[in-house]
């Protein structure tokens, strides 16, 4: 038997889990209201917030899963990508805790756990798969051929597509985090309202910046001809926005699955809890035959199962790293 403890810490969430053989038994997460004030995430504070929150955060883990601290075998956190200071928490807390008990310090890729997430629940993909990687810092498109060999195909030159529709959100004046609350409102608006830019990028890669900037000409253009616009006309707005956000994604997924010859799709990160996303991609899976795999919401957003799902993996591999590691603010699949 092997007992995970995950750990991650990579941004504003504090979250620790539980992993016994490959099955997670608790995955508890610690948000940060605070950053709500600020309109997005204050570094300091974060770190902060992680040094309050990941005892008892662990603490809770370790309960829910009806274990002890003693019983835990290997513990796991993000390295990193992500910000320094909340990575430092997570990862001298990791240390510490391998330290005292003499187990194993595994060390993971958040981007890639994010990915792994797919591994928690049946059904699972089969290799080689894609995966539409989506989140506030990162969009990319990834051949996965097993669970540690994986291939960048394509990725945001610019803006990633979380950080589009947060910006989206800050131009309509919506709080933060404002992602979610376009989603809600372009359940209820027309997506053909207004037409945005589709942008044209060669190859895999994408590119948010110009769209983002069209919104902002947008909105500032009609607000002139009518003060009352955003009041009136919120839903379709965020209705166009987001069909326009999905199109780029599945536009660049289409083509990368008809390069690769690949059938198994997936999406990751916390983005792919989209409505909008979700449901196009069963459509588009629909229409060419894919196996399509969609993480539970719980999955989606930053969380350590995920973390601890990747560090069972390399804890099977005996993949440890020593007292000596430091995080990584940037690290590439």
């Known amino acids: 038997m092997a007992i995970i403890l995950g750990i991650e810490s990579s941004c ?7 992993c016994i053989d490959g099955e997670i038994k608790s995955n508890i997460i610690a948000g940060q209201a605070i ?11 974060a770190s902060r917030a992680h040094q309050q929150n990941i005892i008892p955060t662990v603490d809770q883990a370790i309960q829910q899963a009806k274990i002890t601290k003693k019983d835990v075998d290997a513990v796991a956190f ?14 001298s807390f990791a240390k510490s805790f391998a330290l005292a008990r003499q187990i194993p310090l595994i ?65 309509l004046t919506l709080p933060y ?17 207004f037409s945005l830019p589709e942008p044209q990028i060669s190859g895999l890669n994408f590119s948010f910046s110009g769209l983002k900037t ?15 616009f955003l009041t009136q006309h919120l839903n379709d707005v ?23 010859c690949v059938k198994d799709i997936a999406i990751a990160g916390g983005v792919s809890a989209n409505s909008g996303l979700r449901s196009a991609l069963i459509e588009m899976g629909e229409q060419y035959k894919w196996r399509v795999f969609i993480p539970k919401f719980e999955y989606c957003t930053d969380n350590a199962a995920m973390i601890a799902i990747a560090g069972y993996q390399k804890y099977l591999k005996q993949d440890f790293v020593g007292q000596d590691i430091t995080p990584l603010a940037r690290m590439h699949v």
């Open 12 to 18: 504003d969430e504090t979250s620790a889990s539980i």
């Open 35 to 45: 950053h709500s004030k600020y309109g997005g995430v204050v570094p300091e504070l």
């Open 78 to 91: 993000t390295r990193g990508p992500g910000l320094l200071g909340s990575l430092l928490v997570g990862t």
């Open 107 to 171: 060390e993971v890729n958040h981007m890639q756990a994010h990915i792994l997430a797919h591994f928690i629940d049946d059904p699972k993909p089969n290799f080689p798969f894609l995966c539409l990687t989506v989140s506030g810092g990162h969009t990319q498109i990834v051949l996965i051929k097993d669970y540690f060999d994986m291939e960048l195909l394509g990725q945001t030159l610019d803006d990633a597509a979380g950080e589009a529709f947060d910006k989206t959100a800050k131009i």
């Open 177 to 193: 985090p404002g992602g979610p609350l376009i989603d809600k409102y372009a359940q209820l608006g027309d997506p053909n309202a």
């Open 214 to 228: 069209a919104i902002l000409y947008l909105v500032q253009a009609k607000m002139k001809e009518n003060p009352q």
């Open 238 to 260: 965020c209705a166009s926005v987001q069909s326009r956000i999905v199109s780029v994604l599945l536009n660049k997924l289409k083509k990368a699955a008809k390069q690769t």
